[in-house]
Nanobody
């Protein structure tokens, strides 16, 4: 089970740090990723990090503003989001997969969280 937290209502230019903790199993060897879905739109890839934390991948919209990281000892992945804009308003989901390759950006992840709402007011 993946449980996200850290969402909320912020103003444009603010920062948020999302967390996603796995319970019931270790995700040590898993690629971890964040996706988001805005109202009325399809979900899309935001960022992913390899099991070791040494490799990462970002959507163009996230590069330079978001940072994905993980703490394997806590079975947790983070998404630091800086300089947020109204366009970042969405439900953010974390996902875990044992076979996903960094850069593949597929949606075929084994496990998904329930999502956390991020709302950015302009």
């Amino acid at each position: 089970q993946l449980v996200e937290s850290g969402g909320g209502l912020v103003q444009a230019g603010d920062s948020l740090k999302l967390s996603c903790t796995a319970s019931g199993r270790t995700v040590y060897w898993y690629t971890m990723a964040w996706f988001c879905q805005a109202p009325g739109k399809e979900s899309y890839f935001v960022a992913a990090v390899s099991w070791s934390g040494e490799a990462s991948d970002y959507a163009d919209s996230a590069k330079g503003r978001f940072t994905i990281s993980r703490d394997t000892s806590k079975n947790t992945v983070y998404l630091q989001m800086d300089n947020l804009s109204a366009e970042d308003t969405a439900v953010y989901y974390c996902a875990a997969d044992s076979l996903e390759t960094i850069g593949a950006r597929t949606y075929s992840y084994d496990y998904w969280g329930q999502g956390t709402q991020v709302t950015v007011s302009s």
